[in-house]
């Protein structure tokens, strides 16, 4: 009689077996010294050599599209082939583009680079153990685009969460507060602002001190890579204040008297700016023009505050008013 063959059930038996773990450790080692002698031979293959432009004119830049990098192919053991796919070693060979032909192609204009006129500096960077054959990329053609700079101001990117009854105490600094962008024209022209990295806190107490990169965006330069960035943090209070309530808009020979003649504000205010907001540092106004326009009553409106407070609340919104003529 015939026993019907089950893949799973010799799976199953391997599995069970106690010799098991024997075979697969000489698996693995028998893989091991696989792999090392494969890589003691020597191998051809093509590595991306590192390339960049530079001595460009100040109103001019490359295509951010263009190549940087030469194809190479080379012959070395496995060993340093692997190595470089794992690590690229290489530091990039400086191509200087004013010592380059121009080319045009209809509306298009460059220069070009012939890898071949370069091969001996490709040869000088690479590791002894490594052998050129033959460059690749035989030509590189390099559009020239308009360069175009301009101021921007930094603003930072923030997500933070406070300790209780701590909040930001003034305005946060950032030096310097601008930088200058250079780039294609095109893209220069939309960006209106440089936001930082973000910034990051959950239970901020402190005030925050940090030196904090801009974001790369391609195609653009910064005059700097990163902007320090205060954030003054510290525990608040409550303050109120009563601030005197004036009109605008008051014709000639009128006289005003609203009631009440204060309104009441109240604000929160770090601990170290208590003692120094005084009712001065406020405006309450109402609009003599809006008399009749919408009731009998005129709202008062908060206009100069102080810096450094928050949820600010005042009290009365609208008040009542006398009006004497001049007779």
Not at 45 to 56: D, E, G, T
Not at 57 to 69: F, L, N, Q, S, V
Not at 143 to 162: D, E, H, N
Request: glycine share 2%; no cysteine.
């Amino acid at each position: 009689m015939f026993h019907r063959f089950s893949l799973s059930s010799v799976f199953s038996k391997m599995l069970k077996s106690r010799d098991l773990p024997v075979f697969l450790m000489f698996l693995v080692i028998s893989f091991i010294f696989w792999s090392l002698n494969a890589l003691r031979k020597d191998r051809v293959a093509n590595i991306k050599f590192p390339v960049v432009f530079i001595n460009f004119p100040e109103d001019a830049m490359a295509d951010p599209k263009t190549m940087d990098y030469v194809l190479l192919k080379v012959r070395s053991q496995g060993f340093h082939l692997l190595q470089y796919q794992l690590v690229n070693m290489f530091d990039p060979v400086e191509i200087k583009v004013d010592q380059l032909p121009p080319y045009h192609r209809g509306s298009e204009f460059g220069i070009y680079f012939l890898s071949r006129q370069f091969s001996r500096l490709f040869i000088s960077q690479l590791p002894s153990q490594m052998e050129l054959i033959e460059l690749q990329s035989d030509t590189l053609f390099i559009p020239i685009l308009p360069r175009k700079s301009k101021k921007v101001a930094v603003k930072p990117l923030l997500r933070l969460g406070f300790e209780r009854q701590h909040m930001i105490s003034s305005r946060i600094m950032i030096r310097p507060d601008s930088v200058v962008v250079s780039g294609f024209s095109q893209i220069v022209d939309t960006i209106r602002w440089i936001s930082t990295e973000l910034i990051e806190e959950r239970n901020a107490k402190d005030t925050i001190e940090r030196r904090i990169k801009l974001p790369q965006i391609n195609g653009i330069q910064y005059n700097l890579n990163s902007v320090d960035v205060t954030i003054p943090i510290e525990s608040f209070t409550q303050k109120s204040v009563n601030v005197p309530v004036s009109v605008i808009s008051l014709p000639e020979n009128y006289h005003f008297k609203s009631f009440p003649s204060n309104v009441q504000v109240s604000f929160l205010v770090g601990l170290s700016k208590f003692d120094k907001i005084f009712p001065d540092d406020f405006s309450a106004v109402v609009d003599f023009s809006t008399v009749g326009l919408t009731s009998e009553r005129l709202k008062v409106k908060i206009e100069k505050t102080p810096e450094g407070i928050q949820n600010m609340s005042y009290s009365p919104i609208f008040v009542d008013y006398l009006i004497e003529k001049d007779r």
